[in-house]
């Protein structure tokens, strides 16, 4: 059965519980950091950063300036472009619906970070593999909710099946416009096929820096159609190019 983690922005902080806790329990290493001028630390995605919180200035029609905040990573998409144009078959979709990467048939070809319609898959270049979040696959295999779900502390972060989860969604919503948030909506319900991770948002999209209308690129519909059936010639030829580039940067390194 499908299962869909539920973000409710209004109720956010930007207290970044989820992001220690999605470290930890990933056993992600700590990266340095440095102050940009800009809230959002760290402010970009990275193999040992699958999680981040949005931060976003918005300014009502009263003149009246507020903070956006909203938790972000892989949306899990149904119609998932990075699994499109993945040539080695290494990113799939489990029975719960999360988007998974196999690390043993990943050829590091980088397709699918250039694809990814919300730009939050990375490259680790010391294990020239993609990584991104997992939804915590291996929690939910024991009956656990995703870490960064227990981790909330102001219940922003709902897990669970994802009718249950489009139900709550539906609920949060009327609640926010009754309480005047006339703009409050459901981002992911339809949004490529449906997302398995969902928000609940108090404006459009865009004022949380996700996009009106995500796509699946173009490229990624020609690959699927046009090279899938060569995929094995694909691979192959990749990963004798992937190779053969390696040996010849290690063999060009001074030697120590």
Same mark, same amino acid.
């Given at each position: 059965?499908?299962?869909t ?13 989820? /992001? ?8 992600l @290493?700590? $990266?340095?950091?440095a102050?940009?001028?800009y809230? $959002?630390? !760290?402010v970009r ?10 931060f976003? $200035? =918005? $300014?009502?029609? +009263? ?8 938790? /972000?990573?892989?949306? =899990? ?6 699994e499109k144009?993945c ?6 979709h ?8 196999n690390? #043993?048939?990943c050829?590091g070809?980088n ?10 898959m990375?490259?680790?270049? %010391?294990?020239?593999?993609?990584a ?6 291996? #929690?939910q295999a024991?009956?656990?909710? @995703? ?5 909330? @502390? ?6 669970g099946?994802?009718? *249950?989860m489009?139900s %709550?969604?539906?609920? %949060? ?9 006339t ?8 949004? &490529? *096929? ?6 609940? &948002?108090q404006d459009s999209p865009?004022?949380? +820096?996700?996009p009106e209308r995500? %796509? ?11 090279? #899938? @059936?060569? #995929? ?7 990963g ?7 040996r010849?940067?290690e063999a060009a390194? !001074?030697?120590?």
């Open positions: 059965m499908l299962t983690k539920l973000i409710d922005t209004s109720k956010c902080m930007g207290c970044r519980g989820c /992001q220690v806790a999605c470290k930890q329990w990933n056993r @290493p700590a $990266e340095e950091t102050f940009t001028g809230y $959002e630390n !760290p995605y990275t193999a040992n950063t699958w999680t981040r919180i949005v976003r $200035e =918005h $300014e009502d029609a +009263g003149g009246k300036l507020k903070w956006y905040f909203s938790k /972000q990573g892989c949306m =899990h998409c149904t119609e998932a472009a990075c144009v040539p080695a078959g290494a990113i799939s489990s029975a719960t619906g999360a988007v998974v990467i690390r #043993r048939k050829i070809c397709y699918c970070v250039a694809s990814c319609t919300f730009h939050v990375s490259f680790d270049q %010391r294990e020239n593999v993609s991104k979040c997992t939804l915590c696959t291996d #929690r024991v009956g656990l909710a @995703p870490a960064c779900a227990k981790a909330c @502390p102001t219940g922003a972060i709902s897990f099946l994802r009718t *249950d489009v %709550r969604a539906h609920t %949060r919503v009327s609640e926010l416009i009754a309480r005047g948030v703009k409050a909506n459901i981002y992911g319900l339809t949004e &490529l *096929d449906g997302t398995n991770v969902m928000f609940v &948002l865009s004022a949380y +820096g996700l995500p %796509r699946v690129p173009v490229a990624a519909y020609v690959w699927n159609a046009l090279f #899938r @059936p060569l #995929r094995v010639v694909v691979v192959l030829a990749l004798l190019a992937l190779w053969n580039n390696k010849e940067s390194k !001074p030697a120590e």
